[in-house]
């Protein structure tokens, strides 16, 4: 856990505590996430290649697209 950034730690924690909704389709929140990263213009295109190959790894991998 301690190598994710603190940011994605407190929203763990605040999961697990109940404080914030847990997502029944996580796997689909990511590649929401992912899409939406790689159709914004405004983020620089280093990272909108990096989300865009981890989708499509995602995409290959077990993950049941709905």
Known sequence: MNK???LIRERYAQIGSNDLGYI???LGAVMTVL???VENQ??????REKAAYA???????DYDVK
């Open 4 to 6: 994710y950034n603190e």
């Open 24 to 26: 029944e389709d996580a």
């Open 35 to 37: 899409n939406e990263i």
């Open 42 to 47: 405004q983020v620089p295109q280093d990272l």
């Open 55 to 61: 989708a499509a790894n995602l995409l290959i991998s």
